[in-house]
């Protein structure tokens, strides 16, 4: 299986910015495109962000231009900078590949007063 641990969330006031990270145990995302998705409470799990081997990317239309997606092969890292928060973002965030695999706890993001 592959794994993949994700952090950086918090609480964080509308309007501020989050950084979250993905780390892989391996080369992944030189292999395999890499996802953000994310579930608030209620609701389905969603495709945020993705990045490609080659670095191209695509976002929800619920966060283009707010949301980047990016990563660093060398540390086996994704990224997904998170600016203009808003409290609808708010959810839990868990990056995978393309193929997935399991889903891991993901990282809390709240985005609050």
């Known amino acids: 299986q592959v794994q993949l641990v994700e952090s950086g969330g918090g609480l964080v006031q509308p309007g501020g910015s989050l950084r979250l990270s993905c780390a892989a145990f391996?080369?992944?995302?030189?292999?395999?495109?890499g996802t953000w998705y994310r579930q608030a409470p209620g609701k389905q799990r969603e495709l945020v962000a993705m990045?490609?081997?080659?670095?191209?990317?695509n976002y929800a239309d619920s966060v283009k231009g707010r949301f980047t997606i990016s990563k660093d092969n060398t540390k086996n890292t994704v990224y997904l900078q998170m600016n203009s928060l808003k409290p609808e973002d708010t959810a839990v965030y868990y990056c995978n590949t393309v193929p997935p695999g399991p889903w891991g706890q993901g990282t809390q993001v709240t985005v609050a007063s």
């Open positions: 990045i490609t081997t080659d670095g191209d990317t």
């Open positions: 391996g080369n992944i995302f030189s292999m395999f495109t």
